[in-house]
């Protein structure tokens, strides 16, 4: 295995499969499948989830909500995605633990960083909920602050597109995938990678991304492996 500890960022979106709004019960359970063959095969697995799929902080800022409040909301929104994966795994027969930047004792632990590790140490799958557990972060900005503070190897963004290009590869057909770039190369490509307080995050404490496409069965195995499916980026 190319990587021993890893923490992988899916987003909310990707969890509604083909359905409109909410949670797609054949996406969800796919996705545990494939974090239950990593974590078989020895890997520790820290898990961070969006919450685009039910509710963004930047929608209520249209309907005239503050953001602060639709900030919060969605990191409701990511609490139900983290129960709904946690439950998915678990019925796999693999042990997880939730942890929550916002307080919510009756559903899940605090996050602790210390015990977080001991998780992982033992086995157990660690969900990271309510992403930073301030407005004005995106859920990316919780990976990978979350993966540095557990010191993972790498974040493994899972997408619906199986890399970097150069142009959206879903309007430009001629667009041309990157398998490896540092982060100082996509920013001044200005590539929509991530956002920026989690891309400087990263960069500036080394920690690597793999971006690949977590739809396809097996890929997560591939990219844990070694294999170079997807775009690595680094410093
Ligand atoms: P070890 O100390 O390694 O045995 O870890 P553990 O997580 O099994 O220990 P603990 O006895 O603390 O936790 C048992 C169960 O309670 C686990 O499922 C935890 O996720 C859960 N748990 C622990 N603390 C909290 C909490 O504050 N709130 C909620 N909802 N669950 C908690």
């Known amino acids: 295995m190319k990587y021993k500890r890893i923490l992988l960022k899916l987003s909310g979106e990707a969890l509604m499969g083909d359905k409109q709004f909410g949670i ?9 499948q494939e974090i239950k063959s990593v974590a078989e095969a020895g890997v520790q697995v820290a898990i961070v ?31 139900i995605n983290s129960m709904a994966l946690q439950a998915a795994i678990e019925s796999l027969g693999i042990q997880t633990r939730l942890q929550s930047a916002i307080s919510m004792k009756e559903i899940a632990e605090p996050f602790i960083k210390r015990r977080a590790v001991r998780h992982l140490e033992k086995g157990r799958i660690v969900i990271f909920g309510a992403g930073t557990g301030n407005p004005f972060f995106t859920t990316d900005s919780a990976g990978a602050l979350r993966a540095i503070e557990i010191e993972a190897d790498v974040i493994l963004k899972g997408t619906r597109v199986d890399g970097i290009y150069d142009m959206d590869p879903e309007k430009n057909p001629n667009a041309v995938k990157f398998q490896q770039i540092t982060f100082d190369e996509a920013y001044a490509k200005g590539l929509n990678v991530m956002d920026m ?39």
């Open 49 to 79: 989830i969006g919450g685009g799929n039910i509710f963004r902080g930047v929608q209520a800022e249209e309907g005239g909500m503050d953001r602060t409040q639709g900030d919060y909301m969605g990191m409701l929104a990511t609490m």
């Open 197 to 235: 307080t989690a891309f400087t995050l990263c960069k500036e404490n080394k920690m690597d991304l793999v971006v690949f496409d977590m739809n396809q069965p097996g890929n997560l195995m591939k990219v844990v492996e070694g294999e170079s499916i997807g775009t690595t980026v680094e410093v």
């Open 24 to 32: 797609d019960n054949n996406r969800l359970m796919q996705y545990a």
